[in-house]
T-cell receptor, first 116, second 111 residues
Framework: GAGVSQSPSNKVTEKGKDVELRCDPI?????LYWYRQSLGQGLEFLIY????????KSGLPSDRFSAERTGGSVSTLTIQRTQQEDSAVYLC??????????????FGPGTRLTVT | GQNIDQPTEMTATEGAIVQINCTYQ??????LFWYQQHAGEAPTFLSY????GLEEKGRFSSFLSRSKGYSYLLLKELQMKDSASYLC????????????FGKGTRLSVIA
């Protein structure tokens, strides 16, 4: 079946503009995660959705970042008033619901965001 | 705080064996994962350890010692296609919660 997909694959934007990044998780996966990967850094957790529960936003670096997940499937990460330090690869992952296996996360190919 | 350490870079020869170490200090422990990430691509799952000991899967093995906060990934019969970054990650909470990642080890396999 299809894996996790993300769009766009690349996004160049000017400082101060808003951007939206999209993630389509694997069908049937109830958990969805956003991470970002900056040059020379490990994957940094941003936000986590599990089913209908309130999202865990503890990793969001500032209030310029927000995310939503509609219908328990597609998710959109929004960055308002982008800054140059927001430049990174934004990775989305999904995993199955609790009670099934080890819950490995399946990653999408990422969106490379460049803020000029 | 959360801390996961692994070497930044390693180089090994085709056909050889390489061991990538990972040490962790996290607020909780509910499993350790290894992922492989080729340049410009998505990380892909390699292995999972939650109990002490060795897990073997083909050319790849992963070891865990919870008392030492230590894991390693062992790659045997190295191939050029194994050149990639290897990411060590810990789940510090129960359930399918987010992972805490190390910075990754970039492995170069040379002829």
């Amino acid at each position: 079946g299809a894996g996790v997909s993300q769009s766009p694959s690349n996004k160049v934007t000017e400082k101060g503009k808003d951007v939206e990044l999209r993630c389509d998780p694997i069908s049937g996966h109830t958990a969805l995660y956003w991470y970002r990967q900056s040059l020379g850094q490990g994957l940094e957790f941003l936000i986590y959705f599990q089913g209908n529960s309130a999202p865990d936003k503890s990793g969001l670096p500032s209030d310029r970042f927000s995310a939503e997940r509609t219908g328990g499937s597609v998710s959109t990460l929004t960055i308002q008033r982008t800054q140059q330090e927001d430049s990174a690869v934004y990775l989305c992952a999904s995993s199955i619901r609790p009670g099934q296996g080890i819950y490995e996360q399946y990653f999408g190919p990422g969106t490379r965001l460049t803020v000029t | 705080g959360q801390n996961i350490d692994q070497p930044t870079e390693m180089t090994a020869t085709e056909g050889a064996i390489v061991q990538i170490n990972c040490t962790y200090q996290t607020s909780g422990f509910n499993g350790l994962f290894w992922y492989q990430q080729h340049a410009g691509e998505a990380p892909t799952f390699l292995s999972y350890n939650v109990l002490d000991g060795l897990e073997e899967k083909g050319r790849f093995s992963s070891f865990l010692s919870r008392s030492k906060g230590y894991s390693y990934l062992l790659l045997k019969e190295l191939q050029m296609k194994d050149s990639a970054s290897y990411l060590c990650a810990v789940r510090d909470r129960e359930g399918n919660t987010p992972l805490v990642f190390g910075k990754g080890t970039r492995l170069s396999v040379i002829a």
